[in-house]
DNA sequence: TTTCTAACCTAATCAGAAA
DNA sequence: TTTCTGATTAGGTTAGAAA
């Protein structure tokens, strides 16, 4: 049951020919809890929560984006069968779109941009007219080659095929199109290492480990408390999650559905109490010399911060939004806290028996 | 053998730099 | 503004691992 013109394609092909795959990768129970639970509150993570991610699982970024993908048409699919079983089937019912919070509607959302040079996309040219259809090896040997992640090989690749059967389909030609770029010899190592390198996004926030903000709210998400071997398997190694969520009247402003779950299902480890929970200054930690040069706290007129149960809840003074926090004050703040956190992270001592 | 799902695909679209 | 092209999306197919 082949499709007109699917001959051209990879799934049309005799799988003879056909390259190898990457080799399957097997998630275990906690690999996958984690990822679930990150699922429920954020279908489309952006990529500081993808590596946060692969950090904590030991998965590679892009398989965490695979699984994300796949995961989401899953739920899209049984979404629709659930909502058309309980309509009836001649009904026509409204797909209902996952929840996409401000991580995906933010900048900051997508990977950085990369840049080819002549050579690495000469590469590439060279290889496509050999195999439209590189497999693991040949796209890992292009990798090497090039310097370019085989991910990004990858897209790469797919990008070419669509454009390249559009132009075959008649479209008119420019024969700059797709030819190796001329911009000045910049490695992709450059760009990544550079931020200067990279195309100014003035209007970034930058990515955190440790924050998404909402309109009116911001959501703290802790992980890697516990150092944790993805592959330990030992249950009570899990990677703890604290999400924080925002208030029940913050909640009902803008969004009829509650923007985030709370993530409580693994288990969960708080910092220890007095680092936010005694001081006058409770969005600092005590021991503030690592937190750089910042030893002024923020000032808390815009947030405060609440004790309830094992969420530590931070919550927007009634008439503040974040949006009218400028730009620089949300910047300084994410910074600022990703590198308590990060302080935090690095002076606590798990209790006994964890390891 | 069947079921589940990671890997891979196309097609459409977004987004940002360059022309 | 338009063009180009890397990145992302939805959603379908393939194929390997587990039941």
Redesign the pocket.
């Given at each position: 049951n082949w499709r007109p013109?699917e001959l051209e394609?990879?799934?049309g092909r005799d799988?003879l020919q056909?390259e190898a795959?990457?080799r399957?990768?097997?998630?275990n129970r906690s690999q996958k809890d984690l990822l679930e639970a990150c699922f429920k509150w954020n279908p489309?993570p952006g990529?500081a929560t993808r590596e946060q991610l692969a950090k904590d699982t030991g998965i590679s970024e892009p398989?965490i984006?695979?699984?994300f993908?796949?995961?989401?048409?899953r739920q899209?699919?049984a979404q629709r069968l659930k909502s058309r079983r309980s309509v009836g089937e001649q009904t026509q019912v409204q797909?209902q779109p996952?929840l996409k919070t401000q991580e995906?509607l933010g900048?900051g959302h997508?990977?950085n941009?990369?840049y080819?040079t002549r050579s690495q996309s000469s590469v590439l040219v060279q290889a496509f007219e050999k195999n439209q259809?590189p497999g693991?090896a040949t796209r890992e040997e292009l990798a090497k080659e090039t310097g370019i992640p085989e991910s990004?090989i990858?897209?790469?690749?797919?990008?070419?095929?669509?454009?390249h059967?559009k132009r075959s389909k008649g479209a008119p030609v420019?024969s700059?199109?797709?030819?190796p770029?001329?911009?000045k010899e910049l490695t992709v190592q450059q760009h990544q290492n550079d931020p200067s390198t990279v195309?100014?996004?003035s209007h970034d926030i930058p990515p955190s480990n440790s924050f998404i903000i909402n309109q009116n709210s911001c959501l703290i998400l802790y992980t890697s408390f516990v150092p944790w071997d993805p592959f330990a398997g030992h249950a009570n190694q899990a990677p703890t999650i604290l999400v924080v969520q925002p208030t029940q009247t913050v909640q009902g402003l803008e969004n009829p559905h509650p923007p985030l779950t709370p993530v409580n299902q693994l288990p969960t480890v708080l910092p220890p109490e007095r680092e936010f929970l005694d001081t006058e200054t409770p969005l600092c930690p005590q021991d503030q010399g690592k937190c750089q040069d910042r030893s002024e706290p923020i000032e808390p007129i815009d947030l405060e911060v609440l004790e309830s149960k094992n969420y530590l809840q931070f919550k927007l003074d009634s008439k503040k939004q974040w949006k009218d926090l400028s730009h620089q004050d949300i910047t300084f703040f994410i910074e600022w806290w990703d590198e308590c956190c990060q302080a935090l992270i690095a002076e606590w001592e798990p209790p006994e028996g964890t390891l």
């Open positions: 013109g394609t990879c799934q799988a056909r795959r990457r399957r990768i097997v998630l489309y990529i398989r984006q695979v699984w993908q796949n995961h989401r048409t899209l699919k797909d996952l995906y900048a997508r990977k941009r990369l080819l259809f693991i990004r990858q897209i790469w690749f797919q990008n070419r095929r669509a454009r059967q420019n700059l199109a797709d030819a770029d001329v911009r195309p100014s996004r």
